[in-house]
């Protein structure tokens, strides 16, 4: 299969603990995405990769979210203190580029968190 | 108000009707505009693209784009039970995706 991949898939944690998903891009695609997905809504952009650089953070990527890309192939996306708030499905998706207009990005499973 | 707009539905159709999917977006400096199909507890697939205003037909699916309305719509022909999933349309800003709250449909045999 070489598709995006997440993992875990699925994760119960409890208010106040730390969490790290990981998510592994298309071989060949060197841009990364981090989305959030809660329930009956659209994903929001979180962040983004190019290469093992980290170029856009949104507003929604609060002190408690990191985000690393060290060798610019898999990535990693830590969440500190755990809220209620933060239950969501968290997607990553990769593209190629840059230097092409449009970058079609590949969406993984996603992690489904569920904070108690 | 959002950049992009769309109807959440439900959306409940007998099978072989004609769908119309549709979505209004704010900034009109959006060149790239997409639709995604998602199935329950997966990630997004795109199902098309398109670039600046006009149609794109890809088999039972048609993708129209109004720059001028600011406006995208998805058509779905002789819809089948295999259709019912959430469509999501999406803007192409900068880097990111900017999707819409999308709409969960069902197609009744």
Same mark, same amino acid.
């Given at each position: ?49 190019? #290469? ?65 | ?25 704010? #900034? ?71 999707f819409g709250q999308g709409t969960r449909l069902t197609i009744n045999p």
């Amino acid at each position: 299969d070489t598709g995006v991949s997440q993992d875990p898939r699925h994760k119960i944690t409890k208010r106040g603990q730390n969490v790290t998903f990981r998510c592994d891009p298309i071989s060949e695609h060197n841009r990364l995405y981090w989305y959030r997905q809660t329930l009956g809504q659209g994903p929001e952009f979180l962040t983004y990769f190019q #290469n093992e650089a980290q170029l856009e953070k949104s507003r929604l990527l609060s002190d408690r979210f990191s985000a690393e890309r060290p060798k610019g192939s898999f990535s990693t996306l830590e969440i500190q203190r755990t809220e209620q708030g933060d239950s969501a499905m968290y997607l990553c998706a990769s593209s190629l580029g840059p230097g092409l207009p449009y970058n079609e990005q590949f969406f993984g499973p996603g992690t489904r968190l569920t904070v108690l | 108000q959002k950049e992009v707009e769309q109807d959440p539905g439900p959306l409940s159709v007998p099978e072989g009707a004609i769908v119309s999917l549709n979505c209004t977006y704010s #900034n009109s400096a959006f060149q790239y505009f997409m639709w995604y199909r998602q199935y329950s507890r997966k990630g997004p697939e795109l199902l098309m693209y398109t670039y600046s205003s006009g149609n794109k037909e890809d088999g039972r699916f048609t993708a129209q784009v109004d720059k001028s309305s600011k406006y995208i719509s998805l058509f779905i022909r002789d819809s089948q039970p295999s259709d019912s999933a959430t469509y999501l349309c999406a803007i192409q800003g900068a880097q990111k995706l900017v999707f819409g709250q999308g709409t969960r449909l069902t197609i009744n045999p």
